[in-house]
């Protein structure tokens, strides 16, 4: 019989999946459209009574995301406000959606990743996983490699598609 060999693993490849970077954790959205005075404005007044009356602890170590819906005129004071108020209860507060906190998340984890790991290797960035990955992640992640990588693919080790490869150093 016939010894089976497991050519991925002796190909040298290096295999990078962002999901196992992502961070655990409740995802919370505030959307200060409610506290709008007739729908167009903020007042300071009645944002001060609603900060005071609403339940902060409910956002306790989530990652939160603060943003109005509506166009309005809305104060720079009051998103400070909030982020203030939430500073020492959410494990990070962003401007933005939802969608522009799993950016604002992934970009802070690449900024501190130590990419001299990956020097010289020919890196695998996986794709298709179970967790929502921002597309700006993997650009962020390939400006982060490519200094440093032999090559860079994205997908499988069965089935990739090349995205960059180093010229003879």
């Known amino acids: 019989m016939e010894k089976i060999v497991n050519k991925v693993a002796q190909s040298g490849l290096v295999t990078l999946d962002l999901e196992t970077l992502y961070p655990k954790g409740e995802r919370s959205g505030i959307d200060i459209a409610g506290q709008l005075w007739q729908g167009m404005a903020l007042r300071e007044k009645d944002f001060r009574e609603w900060m005071k009356t609403n339940d902060w602890e ?10 109005c819906s509506a166009e ?47 020097r010289e290797q020919r890196v695998i960035v996986k794709g298709c996983g179970q967790l929502p990955i921002p597309d700006s992640a993997y650009v962020e992640l390939i400006s982060r490699l490519q200094p440093v990588a032999r090559s860079i693919m994205f997908g499988e080790p069965c089935s990739t598609v090349p995205v960059y490869k180093a010229t003879k150093r």
């Open 72 to 118: 309005a005129i809305i104060p720079q004071w009051s998103f400070m406000l909030l982020a203030s108020t939430l500073q020492n209860i959410a494990r990070r507060v962003v401007y933005g959606d939802l969608k522009k906190l799993e950016e604002v998340l992934f970009f802070d984890i690449l900024s501190k990743m130590d990419v001299e790991i990956y």
């Open 58 to 67: 409910k956002y306790r170590d989530h990652y939160v995301a603060i943003h």
